[in-house]
T-cell receptor, first 113, second 120 residues
Framework: AQSVAQPEDQVNVAEGNPLTVKCTYS??????LFWYVQYPNRGLQFLLK??????LVKGSYGFEAEFNKSQTSFHLKKPSALVSDSALYFC???????????FGDGTTLTVKP | ETGVTQTPRHLVMGMTNKKSLKCEQH?????MYWYKQSAKKPLELMFV???????ENNSVPSRFSPECPNSSHLFLHLHTLQPEDSALYLC???????????????????FGAGSRLTVL
């Protein structure tokens, strides 16, 4: 069975500071990992994914995530946060043999000016 | 616009009404999904259609009835709903629904903006 955890319901950072949104996962095999973002009154938008290869994945809007197999983590990061990054962020995992993805509960990121 | 269009964006209905949610995608995708997003609850996968065939039904009550006439259109028919069914219903699509042994990782989902349903 696959599962994903986002341990923080809320992350607050000041504009210009680095941000991290945490995600840990559990799978029985190799994982495919995804980050999605949801702005108010919108659907989820794909940010980035890890399939294989380089552990550091770069995505849209300057976001990146690092796959850490030993810690079973896939934290989302950005070196300098913008107020416009404020949104709800979802981590998702899919085992290579599974059809569907499992989503985390989401983390609300608030970036203050 | 993401290429996945949902209508209506907002719907208010009584418990005895019958209504439908519509989803349309012009991305050439072959898999389409319905998700339910409720406040303070995880995103719930409801149904999956792959090449017009239903491949997933996650124990969804029969008052929700999906229909997929072709790979571009997906409907969710609603009847005799309960107030707890009030939620944001999200449609998504992907190139395909990965089967067992599919190592492509190509299952990136493209979501519509959602239909906000309120059941009175």
């Amino acid at each position: 069975a696959q599962s994903v955890a986002q341990p923080e319901d809320q992350v607050n950072v000041a504009e210009g500071n680095p941000l991290t949104v945490k995600c840990t996962y559990s799978v029985s095999g190799n994982p495919y990992l995804f980050w999605y973002v949801q702005y108010p009154n919108r659907g989820l938008q794909f940010l980035l994914k890890y399939i294989t290869g380089d552990n550091l994945v770069k995505g849209s809007y300057g976001f990146e995530a690092e796959f850490n197999k030993s810690q079973t983590s896939f934290h989302l990061k950005k070196p300098s946060a913008l107020v416009s990054d404020s949104a709800l962020y979802f981590c998702a995992v899919r085992e290579t043999n599974a059809g569907k993805s499992t989503f985390g509960d989401g983390t609300t990121l608030t970036v203050k000016p | 616009e993401t290429g996945v269009t949902q209508t209506p964006r907002h719907l208010v209905m009584g418990m005895t009404n019958k209504k439908s949610l519509k989803c349309e995608q012009h991305l050439g995708h072959n898999a389409m999904y319905w998700y339910k997003q409720s406040a303070k609850k995880p995103l719930e996968l409801m149904f999956v259609y792959n090449f017009k065939e239903q491949t997933e039904n996650n124990s969804v009550p029969s008052r929700f009835s999906p229909e997929c006439p072709n790979s571009s259109h997906l409907f969710l028919h609603l009847h005799t709903l309960q107030p707890e069914d009030s939620a944001l219903y999200l449609c998504a699509s992907s190139h395909r629904f990965p089967g067992q042994g599919d190592f492509s990782g190509a299952n990136v989902l493209t979501f519509g903006a959602g239909s906000r349903l309120t059941v009175l």
